[in-house]
């Protein structure tokens, strides 16, 4: 399957800093890519789509002003967790998607706010 | 509103046991049917998907069975080993869309 990585692993911020997150497609060029945030043992929960060249497409209760996304390459794409607080701590994941509607998740970033 | 329910929440098996673990959906649209396998503190990895024109797909110990009338497909783990306790998530996409839904996911626990 297709390798993605994401940078930083993990990370600790204080609260009200800025925290940006890399997703990177190894091995194909990926101009769709999504993120995702988990809360510990729960499910994966779509926060947006993330298109090569364009803006990203959020779902419903995700504030974009917030959580910042780029995708100024088709390898490369970058979320930012703007002034982010105690309750933005969560593992943030980015996937790929790759041919006939296949997604490859990278490794996931542990995001915790002090 | 939960497009695809998975069952059961958390499962146990012995060694050597088949494990099963279930969902439904109810977009008819989708076409596109997934499994994820997770392990703490990484990303999903995909372990084996199948689409609405065959009924079952093998790939080693696993095996999904989709039944289109029923809008339901299962994963099946063969010889379950404790190397496979990790959580499953399953998940439906296409319809037009590149997006996935994921079931709330199974934790498998594979005792010796």
């Known amino acids: 399957g297709a390798v993605v990585s994401q940078h930083p692993s993990w990370v600790i911020c204080k609260s009200g800093t800025s925290v940006k997150i890399e997703c990177r497609s190894l091995?194909?060029?990926?101009?769709?890519m999504f993120w995702y945030r988990q809360f510990p043992k729960q499910s994966l929960m779509l926060m947006a789509t993330s298109n090569e060249g364009s803006k990203a497409t959020y779902e419903q209760g995700v504030e974009k002003d917030k959580f910042l996304i780029n995708h100024a390459s088709l390898t490369l794409s970058t979320l930012t967790v703007t002034s982010a607080h105690p309750e933005d701590s969560s593992f943030y994941i980015c996937?790929?998607?790759?041919?006939?509607?296949?997604?490859?998740f990278g490794p996931g970033t542990r995001l915790t706010v002090l | 509103q939960q497009q695809v329910k998975q069952s059961p929440q958390s499962l146990i098996v012995q060694k050597g046991g088949i494990s099963i673990i279930n969902c439904a959906y109810e977009n008819t649209a989708f076409d596109y049917f997934p499994w994820y396998q997770q392990f703490p503190g990484k990303g999903p990895a995909l372990l084996i998907a199948?689409?609405?024109?065959?009924s079952e797909k093998k790939e080693g110990r696993f095996t999904i069975s989709f039944n289109k009338s029923a809008k339901q497909f299962s994963l099946h783990i063969m010889d379950s080993q404790p190397g496979d306790s990790a959580t499953y998530f399953c998940?439906?996409?296409?319809?037009?869309?590149?997006?996935?839904?994921f079931g709330k996911g199974t934790k498998l626990s594979v005792i010796p």
């Open positions: 996937s790929t998607r790759g041919p006939r509607d296949t997604q490859y």
């Open positions: 998940a439906a996409g296409g319809a037009g869309s590149y997006q996935l839904t």
């Open positions: 091995d194909f060029q990926a101009t769709t």
């Open positions: 199948i689409r609405p024109d065959v």
